[in-house]
């Protein structure tokens, strides 16, 4: 990306779309010239990409996207730490204090993005912590939707989160609540029980999908299941073991718990 001149000061940010990928050099810029227009109009944001050890040519096609696209930023991990590692990185590199969050593979249509965004711009209370989205009309192979079917139907059971699709790659959060979220991999599915768990309000939106036009899945139904098993348990571990006191507002400089 272009250096900016010495004392220059940087733009104001309110939403950073955090952009978490892995080998979708096909489908990566097409994406994010479809984000960078469906946000025109909304509030002041950037687009982070963050590109977890690509094998494929996707970073060099985003360094030169960065030339033409000045609220593009790319992120690179070293080695591969998967989404929520990304979505981590993402959101710890972020100006803006809503994260907008949609999965690489361009399966996740940008033009939702506005209304994800929409309940945290116009939240006057500080209630709201997480807008989830929810797929219908989900264009995946029958057996991808069993096997998410069977997991969220479990997850729902296990920790009454009120979500019927957690997987969802479409998402917006408050920064700050986010980065006070216990860190653990595969934590991505499970942001509506962990921001209920602190006490937040989450909204639902049903949100469209598309099929995936080129590369492939980074993650088998096997995969997911045998993660989701040890996951599932310790989410429940969690949720169960919460901080159950809260602070008042008087005397803790800089930090408000949500009421």
């Not at 994406?31 to 494929?56: K, N, R």
């Not at 981590?88 to 996740?108: E, S, V, W």
């Not at 009120?162 to 700050?176: E, S, V, Y």
């Not at 609540?177 to 006490?199: E, I, S, T, V």
């Amino acid at each position: 990306m272009p250096q900016r001149p010495a004392g220059e000061a940087l733009p104001f940010v309110r939403i950073s779309v955090v952009v978490p990928a892995r080998n979708e050099a096909e489908n990566i810029i097409p994406l994010v010239t479809s984000i960078d227009a469906a946000m025109a109009g909304t509030a002041p944001f950037e687009i982070i990409v963050v590109d977890d050890s690509s094998t494929d040519d996707s970073v060099a096609r985003l360094t030169q996207a960065t030339q033409a696209m000045p609220r593009l930023r790319l992120i690179r991990h070293g080695a591969r730490g998967g989404q929520s590692a990304a979505v981590h990185t993402g959101a710890l590199a972020a100006r803006g204090d809503i994260i907008c969050t949609l999965d690489g593979d361009g399966q996740n249509p940008p033009e939702e993005l506005p209304k994800l965004a929409a309940p945290l711009i116009a939240d006057n209370t500080g209630r709201i912590g997480l807008v989830a989205g929810q797929r219908v009309n989900r264009q995946d192979t029958l057996s991808k939707k069993l096997a998410s079917r069977f997991a969220n139907g479990l997850r729902a059971r296990i920790l009454n989160d009120n979500t019927r699709d957690t997987g969802c790659g479409l998402k917006a959060f408050r920064r700050d609540a986010f980065l006070r979220l216990p860190y653990f991999d595969h934590m991505h599915r499970y942001l509506p029980a962990l921001f209920a768990r602190d006490g937040w309000g989450i909204v639902h939106v049903d949100v469209g999908h598309r099929p995936r036009t080129a590369g492939r899945s980074n993650y088998s139904n096997l995969q997911r299941g045998l993660v989701g098993i040890v996951d599932l348990a310790g989410v429940a571990w969690l949720l169960a073991r919460r901080k159950k006191a809260r602070e008042l507002d008087a005397g803790i400089e800089g930090h408000m718990e949500p009421r």
